[in-house]
Structure formats: C-alpha cells, structure tokens
C-alpha cells in the first residue's frame, strides 16, 4: 500500500497517526528525555564507584 492509499484508508476510518519522540541508551528505550538522564547517571555511579574514579577522569 503506497502512502496515498493509506492516507486515505486512515481518513476513511478516522485513524490518526502520531510520531513520537523515542531515547536511547544502552540498549533501552525511554519515552521521556528525564528517564534516560536518570538511567546514565546511575551507570555512571556504579561506573566511578567499580573504578574508584571521580568525575574528572570520566
């Protein structure tokens, strides 16, 4: 089915379509941009304290 075609199926049965916004990191999705900062920044955590590293040899 071309796109015009399913243009107008969708607007024949009234289906819409929304494009949504999609973060990755390390292999997992998040849906909001907050989800993934807290995920990296617990990594980053553990990273330092398996490393005994501080944040300026990151």
């Known amino acids: 089915m071309n796109d ?3 243009q107008s199926i969708m607007s024949h049965y009234g289906i ?3 494009i949504e916004t999609v973060y990755h990191f390390q292999g997992h999705k998040y ?9 990296a ?3 980053e955590s553990q ?3 398996v490393n ?3 944040s300026e040899q990151l």
């Open 4 to 6: 015009e075609e399913e």
């Open 16 to 18: 819409s379509r929304s």
């Open 31 to 39: 849906q909001k941009l907050d989800d993934a900062i807290a995920y």
């Open 41 to 43: 920044k617990i990594i």
């Open 47 to 49: 990273f330092r304290k």
């Open 52 to 54: 005994n590293c501080d």
